[in-house]
């Protein structure tokens, strides 16, 4: 069991930054991957960016550059710094992360989403 709590998103101008915490609790031995995805209205849920265990990263190309993920044992939270915000990033952007069951199965947790706005 797996519980997501989002944080940090808010109403920006376009060219300024966020920073994105998403605090983990329940058995957090077992999470490996960990990512954040989001959703625009009208629009499919996307992934935006994931890191590994071993802090491997990949990033989607709108936001390679800009985007940085991390995550911090310690604190069990990962993070999404969000600079050069633009107007397309607006979104819901929701935590994920993956549990690994005994025997290997693995399970997709969320958190509840947090609001992003990029206007002018």
């Known amino acids: 069991q797996v519980q997501l709590v989002e944080s940090g998103g808010g109403s920006v101008q376009p060219g300024e930054s966020l920073r994105l915490s998403c605090a983990a609790s329940g058995s957090i031995f077992r999470i490996d991957a960990m990512g954040w995805y989001r959703q625009a209205p009208g629009k499919q849920r996307e992934s935006v960016a994931a890191i590994t265990r071993g802090s491997i990263t990949n990033y989607a190309d709108p936001v390679k550059s800009r985007f940085t993920i991390s995550r911090d044992n310690a604190k069990n939270t990962v993070y999404l710094q969000m600079n050069s915000l633009k107007p397309e990033d607006t979104a819901v952007y929701y935590c994920?992360?993956?549990?690994?069951?005994?025997?290997?199965?693995?399970?997709?947790?969320w958190g509840q989403g947090t609001q992003v706005t990029v206007s002018s």
């Open positions: 994920n992360a993956d549990h690994v069951e005994f025997g290997g199965r693995v399970t997709g947790y």
